[in-house]
């Protein structure tokens, strides 16, 4: 009997299933501040066979990205059972070199759903539950921010009953790019312990991706600030901002159909 799922649990319509098979298409706003730490935090945050951007690439660069997201499979019926395809994150951002080419790296990121919690262990993401607001623009009235010069916008993360982080973007208009940290495809490390808890890995895959049918909205460019705070369930504050480079919106939409492993281990 064939048992069908991605990835559990299996049965054999695979209809329970936390998600549905790729492709998966995502559309969502981004809130993107961008920040100088100091680059020795960020390699503590690297492991051995992946180093740091040149001096000249700012290895110090840091992108935390606030995202209010919608997503489904290829058959779009989680749109039609809004709980199903709506999540928020927010998530921390870094540049890194492996086998000499420059890729952007999530270090931190909290989610509050779980099937966008699993589905990022499938692709390396470090997820973790959390509390995730960003304001939202609107179009009429006044309970919310135009996009466009004066547009304020904030935005909070919170876990395990803390907060963790709060910032805000002032918009001074139309810019030119959002940013530079999350400009390149992702690379993660697919890691899975043996069940002995021996310091060994059942699965230690290095992993890339990008996205496909990539459509980008107009960038909203400003000023920003960002404050992280202490937790002790959480090192955050390792890649505390020294200087803030500034803020972004944008709205984006995108595919997941599939990485490409770069390095695979299997004990």
Known sequence: ????GVPFPRTTSGRASLLPAPP????????TVEYRTDPSAVREMLPEELSLVDDADDPGAVAFIWADWQSCG????????PVRSQYREAYVVVRCKFRDQ?????????VDK????????LQGYPKKLGSIHQTRPVTVGRAGPRLGAGGRFGMTLAASDRRLAQATVTLDGVGTSNGFVNGHP????????TLEFNGRDSLDEVVTMSGTNV?????FAGTATLELFDSPSEELTRLAPREILGGYFRSVGTTFSGGTTLRSTTQ
């Open 114 to 121: 779980d099937f966008a919690l699993v589905r990022g262990y």
């Open 74 to 81: 290829d058959n779009e019926e989680e749109l039609l059972d």
């Open 1 to 4: 009997m064939t048992l069908k």
């Open 186 to 193: 992702m690379l993660h490390h697919r890691w899975f312990p």
């Open 102 to 110: 420059i890729f952007s790296r999530c270090v931190f990121i909290w």
């Open 215 to 219: 459509e980008l909205g107009e960038v």
């Open 24 to 31: 998966w298409h995502y559309s969502g706003d981004l809130l």
